[in-house]
Each structure stands twice: as C-alpha cells, then as structure tokens.
C-alpha cells in the first residue's frame, strides 16, 4: 500500500486548492485564476452570491422537499448542477427561474432534477432511460419514435410518483416563508439546497416536519406519547400503571423517557434499551411459578 507524502505546509496548500474548487466551481474553465484574478473574482462574485442565492429542491405534490440539490446533483441533461447557471445580480422575477447548462453544445434551458433508481437512471413510459431522451424542451426519446416525451412513473419514497414531482428553484425569502431551511450564508458556487448533513438525506429522513433544523431540546425531553414512532413506543415499556415493575428499574417510565442533559442521541437509545430489557426479565421472573414438586411412586 502506497502512502501519501505530502511536503511541509502540503496540508495547507490541498485545503487552500479545495477552498478555492467550492468557490469558483467551473467559472475558471478548467485553468486556475492567477492570485491577482482569484482576488478580483472573489470581490465581484461573493457579495452578489451571498445576497442572491437560489435554493433548488426537488418537491412533492405534499409541499415535502423529497431531494435536496447540491454541486454534485445530475441533471436531466447528465450535466451536474454546478455546470449550470446559479450566479445572478439580480433574482429574475419570472417563475420557474431557468437555470441553463453551461456545457458547450448542451440543450438544456433549465435545471431538470432527475431521480436515480439505485444508480441506473430511471426508465420513460417508452422503456428506455432517461439519459437517452433529448434535454431539450420535449424531451424526446433519442432511442424510439413512439414516445412523446420522457413520463416515468418511477415511484419516489415518499410514496408519490416521479411525474408528479416539481424541480423548484426560489429565493432565500421564499422558502423561509414556507419555515423551510435556508441555513447559513456563504460563498460557495452552487450549494443549490444543502444547508447541512441533514440535507443529504432524503426527505422523509429528515429530523423534523418543518425542516427548520434540528428539533429543540423541549422537543427531544418531551414523554414518549401514541403518535410517536413505533422504535420509541417499543423503548417506552409498560405504563406506569405498573408500579411494581418500574420499581425494580429504578426510575418512572415519564422520567426514563426524558433525554438527560448530559446524553447524545446514542446514548440516550442505549439506556432506554437496556431499561427495557431490565423490565421484561423482571416481568418474566415474577410471571413464574415454582416447579411442581415430584415423589417417588410407592
């Protein structure tokens, strides 16, 4: 196995070439800025980028952010986002905004999010996939003439098919009026909707309804209640009409259920785990009786 040798400061220098891949993206053409252009190029772009950046998300009928779109995220035309258009100096005011491809020769007129069943692309009405339709305006299929454009009825986790799903691109004001995240501002090329790790789960798989963040401690501590998941009603273990059965836990289910301000989420399913396990061999060995004694025949 080979190792890596990085020379005194190599660190440094890899960490100041990826700072300066986030920013610029593709606006450099594949040839890096001089010092004197990067300076000139961080003076003009990060005040607009940081006032007007645009959040793409890929949205079911439900109002759920089921795809969050990020640099890296294929388009329908098999272009990445960050290859596309994302810089403005001023927000269009025409809804959709269009954000074009950038590549040399390519088609697309707007970013189209496309979803990916395991790692192929998903496959047209017409059974072909969806990198063989054209990703101009139509969208076509390359591969047949019967197909009157790309239609897939691929079903997306959220339990709704891909047809009736929407790429939406709004502004920072427009999604903190639907309490939806926006996170924190900063001046990296095509962040599109990711605001944090969280971001990269899909929707349904997020921690809160809102998508605001993470859920807050008054959230966290409440008691486990009949509308909460079937993994913490399954930890909660019996009523606390039992006293006699929390008595030999040591603790209340109500006070067992709150997450201690010392506890990380690990931590905090591993107790309530172990409690339960303590509550069932202890219902176990109070639910026996004693072997029935035997004698010998006479």
């Known amino acids: 196995m080979e190792r890596l040798r990085l020379p005194p400061f190599g660190a440094a220098a890899v960490d100041e070439y990826l700072e300066y891949r986030r920013i610029v993206g593709e606006d450099d053409g594949g040839k890096l800025f001089t010092p004197e252009e990067y300076e000139e190029y961080k003076k003009k772009v990060l005040p607009m980028r940081l006032q007007n950046r645009l959040f793409v998300s890929w949205r079911s009928p439900t109002g759920m952010d089921c795809k969050l779109v990020g640099p890296e995220t294929l388009c329908f035309c098999t272009h990445r986002y960050k290859q596309h258009k994302t810089d403005f100096e001023t927000i269009p005011q025409q809804r959709p905004i269009d954000l074009p491809c950038r590549v040399t020769g390519c088609q697309c007129r707007a970013y189209l999010f496309v979803p990916l069943n395991g790692t192929q692309p998903i496959r047209c009405r017409c059974k072909h996939f969806a990198d063989q339709h054209s990703p101009a305006p139509g969208f076509t299929c390359n591969a047949c003439s019967k197909c009157s454009g790309f239609h897939s009825s691929f079903t997306c986790a959220c339990g709704q098919p891909a047809y009736a799903h929407d790429t939406?691109?709004?502004?920072?004001?427009?999604?903190?009026?639907?309490?939806?995240?926006?996170?924190?501002?900063?001046?990296?090329?095509?962040?599109?909707?990711?605001?944090?790790?969280?971001?990269l789960?899909?929707?349904?798989?997020?921690?809160?309804?809102?998508?605001?963040?993470?859920?807050?401690?008054?959230?966290?501590?409440?008691?486990?209640?009949?509308?909460?998941?079937?993994?913490?009603k399954a930890l909660q273990g019996p009523s606390t009409s039992s006293p006699e059965t929390l008595t030999n836990v040591g603790t209340s289910s109500q006070d067992s259920s709150l997450r201690r301000p010392d506890e990380d989420d690990m931590a905090f399913f591993e107790r309530r785990y172990q409690e339960r396990v303590k509550m069932e061999k202890a219902a176990k060995m109070k639910g026996k009786s004693p072997l029935p004694s035997t004698t010998k025949p006479s």
């Not at 920072?172 to 990711?194: C, F, I, N, S, T």
């Not at 409440?222 to 993994?231: G, I, N, Q, W």
């Open 168 to 199: 939406v691109v709004e502004t920072k004001q427009e999604r903190m009026a639907q309490g939806k995240p926006v996170g924190q501002d900063v001046p990296y090329a095509a962040m599109g909707g990711l605001t944090g790790f969280s971001s």
């Open 201 to 232: 789960a899909e929707g349904y798989m997020r921690l809160d309804d809102s998508g605001i963040g993470a859920p807050s401690v008054e959230f966290l501590n409440s008691p486990v209640t009949a509308m909460d998941h079937a993994f913490l």
